[in-house]
């Protein structure tokens, strides 16, 4: 079998499927000043076929050492965006491994159709957004979103920045002007939504919803007004996202805002992140927290195991944008709808929702059409039959990965041209009266 060989054809040159990894333990050295990353990665997996090979994807990074333990490497080669390890004996599907990769170099964002993404210098810190295949810019990863797995991650630091990543802090220990921050993350997580943000922050615990997730906000001390301001809605969102969707899929939700201006704001397990330019004070990108928040149920709990399904993620946390509008008294969901669905009738009718292919997978039309769809099954079924569907979709797929075709299952047959006809379809009538919304869980 040959890397990649049955792999995601929107990325083809990532990933490996002869294997699914259990567990990741990065250990890592940062110098702010210098950009200089020292890395060594530990990875538990367990083949999936025979073979005597394995791929890493590792871009912009030299590996300098390989161990297998218990096996003999025969030789160790590295092209531009893998580390390939070819063993001395054939093993067969179902053995576990323990991989060993000591690495080093200067990391950078990797250019992809999609932009720059991964590891990026900010002005005085460091912001990781990996989606789709930025991860491999500052680890050795089977960058398959598919392959979901639990991780330790150590990071030494400047002393006076502070560290931020995927899970949960159980320790930080400074020496020698040195800060060493260990996060633990024991849910599986893709590897494109695990994260590392440093910067001159501080990090506050802003609330708690009504069911006892914390709320945490990180930010340099100056944007604090501002974040006061604009992220104290977040609990109201949560608990409304909590009645639609069941429960919230984390144990915290961390709100991470860079003193630099972003493009766009970034999803990561747990977490979202924010440029300055998105807390402006007066809530004029709360659609955009809404959204981000969302993804922790559509794309981060429930992932797609491939990206031509991208549409559950974005379709959901573009339609969530609308239930919260409908929640707080503003335009309803049927109003945004009907506006979204005149517009999209203006561009091209050239997008399959169901496989976009990579050029469009984030294309604007994939976000709002997924949302179209929803609605249209919500008017077609009504709302208790709506988000009971929607609470099921999120119970059974938790921390999992789903595709298209199972949404499609538990749906009605109204979905079938959203997804597979190019042709935009039109919006069911109106319901009578005003939407009933998601009912809260115990009436």
Same mark, same amino acid.
């Given at each position: 079998?040959?890397?990649?060989?049955?792999?995601?054809?929107?990325?083809?040159?990532?990933?490996?499927?002869?294997?699914?990894?259990?567990?990741?333990?990065?250990?890592?050295?940062?110098?702010?000043?210098?950009?200089?990353?020292?890395?060594?990665?530990?990875i538990?997996?367990?083949?999936l076929?025979?073979?005597?090979?394995?791929s890493?994807?590792?871009?912009?990074?030299?590996?300098?050492?390989v161990?297998?333990?218990?096996?003999?490497?025969?030789?160790?080669?590295?092209?531009?965006?893998?580390?390939?390890?070819?063993?001395?004996?054939?093993?067969?599907?179902?053995?576990?491994?323990?991989?060993r990769?000591?690495?080093?170099?200067?990391p950078?964002?990797?250019?992809?159709?999609?932009?720059?993404?991964?590891?990026?210098?900010?002005?005085?810190?460091?912001?990781?957004?990996?989606?789709?295949?930025?991860?491999?810019?500052?680890?050795?990863?089977?960058?398959?979103?598919?392959?979901?797995?639990?991780?330790?991650?150590?990071?030494a630091?400047?002393?006076?920045?502070?560290?931020e990543?995927?899970?949960?802090?159980?320790?930080?220990?400074?020496?020698?002007?040195?800060?060493?921050?260990?996060?633990?993350?024991?849910?599986?997580?893709? %590897?494109?939504?695990?994260? *590392?943000?440093?910067?001159?922050? &501080?990090?506050?615990? #802003?609330? +708690? $919803?009504? /069911?006892?997730?914390?709320?945490?906000?990180?930010?340099?001390? %100056?944007?604090?007004?501002? *974040?006061?301001?604009?992220?104290? &809605?977040?609990?109201? #969102?949560? +608990? $409304?996202? /909590?009645?639609?969707?069941?429960?919230y899929?984390?144990?915290?939700?961390?709100?991470?805002?860079?003193?630099?201006?972003?493009?766009?704001?970034?999803?990561?397990?747990?977490?979202?992140?924010?440029?300055?330019?998105?807390?402006?004070?007066?809530?004029?990108?709360?659609?955009?927290?809404?959204?981000?928040?969302?993804?922790?149920?559509?794309?981060?709990?429930?992932?797609?195991?491939?990206?031509?399904?991208?549409?559950?993620?974005?379709?959901?946390?573009?339609?969530?944008?609308?239930?919260?509008?409908?929640?707080?008294?503003?335009?309803?969901?049927?109003?945004?709808?009907?506006?979204?669905?005149?517009?999209?009738?203006?561009?091209?009718?050239?997008?399959?929702?169901?496989?976009?292919?990579?050029?469009?997978?984030?294309?604007?039309?994939?976000?709002?059409?997924?949302?179209?769809?929803?609605?249209?099954?919500?008017?077609?079924?009504?709302?208790?039959?709506?988000?009971?569907?929607?609470?099921?979709?999120?119970?059974?797929h938790?921390?999992?990965?789903?595709?298209?075709?199972?949404?499609?299952?538990?749906?009605?047959?109204?979905?079938?041209?959203?997804?597979?006809?190019?042709?935009?379809?039109?919006?069911?009538?109106?319901?009578?009266?005003?939407?009933?919304?998601?009912?809260?869980?115990?009436?």
């Amino acid at each position: 079998m040959t890397a990649g060989l049955g792999a995601d054809p929107y990325v083809p040159r990532s990933g490996d499927t002869r294997y699914r990894v259990e567990r990741y333990d990065v250990d890592l050295d940062y110098r702010i000043a210098t950009n200089r990353l020292a890395g060594r990665a530990e990875i538990a997996l367990v083949t999936l076929a025979d073979t005597s090979v394995l791929s890493f994807d590792l871009v912009g990074l030299r590996a300098s050492n390989v161990q297998v333990r218990g096996r003999k490497v025969a030789k160790m080669r590295q092209s531009e965006r893998r580390v390939r390890v070819m063993l001395s004996e054939e093993l067969p599907a179902g053995t576990p491994l323990d991989v060993r990769i000591d690495y080093a170099g200067s990391p950078r964002p990797r250019r992809s159709p999609w932009g720059p993404i991964g590891w990026e210098e900010l002005e005085d810190g460091v912001l990781v957004a990996s989606q789709p295949t930025g991860a491999p810019t500052w680890f050795p990863c089977n960058d398959r979103v598919a392959d979901k797995a639990r991780y330790r991650i150590a990071i030494a630091c400047d002393q006076n920045h502070r560290v931020e990543a995927t899970g949960r802090r159980v320790s930080t220990t400074t020496r020698a002007g040195r800060t060493t921050h260990v996060f633990e993350e024991d849910t599986p997580t893709s %590897a494109y939504l695990v994260t *590392v943000q440093i910067g001159r922050y &501080v990090s506050r615990q #802003i609330a +708690e $919803t009504a /069911e006892g997730v914390p709320v945490a906000a990180v930010h340099s001390p %100056a944007l604090a007004a501002r *974040v006061d301001a604009d992220l104290a &809605v977040v609990p109201r #969102i949560l +608990e $409304t996202f /909590e009645r639609a969707f069941g429960p919230y899929p984390m144990s915290v939700c961390r709100l991470v805002v860079t003193e630099d201006e972003l493009e766009i704001p970034l999803e990561a397990q747990g977490m979202a992140v924010f440029g300055a330019n998105h807390i402006d004070g007066r809530g004029g990108s709360e659609r955009l927290v809404a959204h981000e928040i969302a993804h922790q149920w559509f794309g981060n709990s429930v992932g797609v195991g491939q990206w031509r399904d991208i549409w559950l993620n974005e379709g959901f946390a573009c339609y969530a944008e609308w239930i919260w509008s409908e929640a707080k008294g503003g335009p309803s969901a049927d109003e945004l709808a009907r506006t979204h669905h005149a517009r999209l009738r203006q561009l091209p009718q050239d997008l399959l929702l169901s496989d976009p292919g990579p050029d469009l997978m984030f294309d604007d039309r994939v976000y709002k059409r997924g949302a179209l769809a929803l609605h249209a099954l919500r008017l077609t079924i009504g709302d208790p039959a709506f988000f009971d569907l929607v609470r099921a979709w999120t119970a059974n797929h938790r921390h999992g990965v789903a595709a298209s075709a199972d949404f499609e299952r538990m749906a009605d047959p109204v979905l079938a041209p959203w997804l597979h006809e190019r042709a935009l379809p039109e919006l069911p009538p109106r319901r009578s009266g005003r939407a009933a919304g998601p009912a809260r869980q115990d009436d």
